[in-house]
Every structure is written in structure tokens, then in C-alpha cells.
């Protein structure tokens, strides 16, 4: 079946310049998290959905960071005002969620951002 | 929180030689473990997961894995390796309980080189 889905592959901006980058998850999984990958930091997470409860964002770098969750599916995550230091690939993941605390995540291919 | 660490960052050796990749986490409570690859331009796999019962688990590939829950250690082992199993490895922990929201802990990432 259809795995996770990102776009755009590879996104170049201008510092100060916001971006917009979507995930579509796995049909049928009701979770859904948001992963930074960068050379300094190596692998981080950043911000989970989880069906229709509050998001647990205590990932988000800074208040430039934001993410949103339409209908239960599609996911954006926007980053305004870029700065160099958000260069990274952002890779989405989704899960099921049946309350068991023992879920697979699977990866997206990933967003390769670079603000020059 | 939890942490986890890879004591190898790069590992090089020759098709048919053996591979062992160690990970420690730190974490007081119950955990599930994972180990992911990624290929050369591609994007994160699952290569085998621990979720509880037997600590050694076997995935995909011929790379299997031994959770020593003394020693909080999930190290992956492969008895004789392929150039194609050249790649990045990471190894993940996630709490297994409610407030931890299944988000992925990861470590820094060990690079594989396998010589032909």
C-alpha cells in the first residue's frame, strides 16, 4: 500500500522567508509526528498529532514553528521567518494509535529544506 | 526524558564480516525499542522492533537484535554482512506510557561502510 507521502522533496528559500511543508500520512493512522534530521542535532522530534487530542508540541524549537493537522489527515508544518539554522531534512512518520503504548512509526521520505 | 546512545559513529569492513552496532538508553521506566536503516538516498526503515517477550528479536535482512534490559542495551548484530547493507543505523527508544505519546527518542546514528 501508499506509504507516507511528503512534499516538496527539496525546498531552497531566502532567510526571513516562511515555508510550508505537507505530509500525508498512512491511510488509516490516526498518528502523526514531525521529526527534524540535521547535521548538529542529528535525529529530533518536533510536534505529534495524535486523532482529535491536543498536539504535544514540546519539540518545537521556537515560536516560528507551528504545525497543523486538517480532518484527522494532511499535516503542514510551517516555519516563518526562516533562518540558516532550520536547514535540514523534515521527515514525517504516522502511526496507528489503539492505546497499546506500542505502535510502529513509519518514515516519510522527507523534505530537504535549505535558507540560505 | 530518555536518551539513547551510539557509541560508533562510522564502522567500515569487508562483505562477509561480522557486525555488531551497540545502543544504550537511559530511561528508568518500560521502554520499546527499534532499530531503523536508511539506504543511500532513501528514506527511514524499520529493521526490527522489541516490544516485550523474547529480548532477542530478528528482522528483516538477516540483522537481529538482543535487549539486555540489565545493561538497558538493544545492540544490533548481523553474522556476515553485504555491500548492500551499507547505510546509516539508528537506534530508538519510546516510553511505554501514556504521557510519553509514542514519540521516538533517537540516537546519533551509526554510518556503515561495507567494502566489496
Known amino acids: 500500500g501508499a506509504g507516507v507521502s511528503q512534499s516538496p522533496s527539496n525546498k531552497v528559500t531566502e532567510k526571513g522567508k516562511d515555508v510550508e511543508l505537507r505530509c500525508d500520512p498512512i491511510?488509516?493512522?490516526?498518528?502523526l509526528y514531525w521529526y527534524r534530521q540535521s547535521l548538529g542535532q542529528g535525529l529530533e522530534f518536533l510536534i505529534y498529532?495524535?486523532?482529535?487530542?491536543?498536539?504535544?508540541k514540546s519539540g518545537l524549537p521556537s515560536d516560528r514553528f507551528s504545525a497543523e493537522r486538517t480532518g484527522g489527515s494532511v499535516s503542514t508544518l510551517t516555519i516563518q521567518r526562516t533562518q540558516q539554522e532550520d536547514s535540514a531534512v523534515y521527515l514525517c512518520a504516522s502511526s496507528l494509535d489503539r492505546g497499546l503504548f506500542q505502535e510502529t512509526q513509519y518514515f516519510g521520505p522527507g523534505t530537504r529544506l535549505l535558507v540560505l | 526524558a530518555q536518551s539513547v546512545s551510539q557509541h560508533n559513529h562510522h564502522v567500515i569492513l569487508s562483505e562477509a564480516a561480522s557486525l555488531e552496532l551497540g545502543c544504550n538508553y537511559s530511561?528508568?521506566?518500560?521502554?520499546?525499542l527499534f532499530w531503523y536503516v536508511q539506504y543511500p538516498g532513501q528514506h527511514l526503515q524499520l529493521l526490527l522492533k522489541?516490544?516485550?517477550?523474547?529480548?532477542l528479536v530478528k528482522g528483516i535482512k538477516g540483522f537481529e537484535a538482543e535487549f539486555i534490559k540489565s545493561k538497558f542495551s538493544f545492540n544490533l548484530r548481523k553474522p556476515s554482512v553485504q555491500w548492500s547493507d551499507t547505510a546509516e543505523y539508528f537506534c530508538a527508544v519510546n516510553a511505554k506510557i501514556k504521557a510519553a505519546g509514542n514519540k521516538l527518542t533517537f540516537g546519533g546514528g551509526t554510518r556503515v561502510l561495507v567494502k566489496p
Open positions: 530511561y528508568g521506566g518500560t521502554v520499546n
Open positions: 522489541y516490544f516485550s517477550g523474547d529480548p
Open positions: 491511510s488509516g493512522h490516526t498518528a
Open positions: 498529532f495524535q486523532g482529535n487530542s491536543a498536539p504535544d
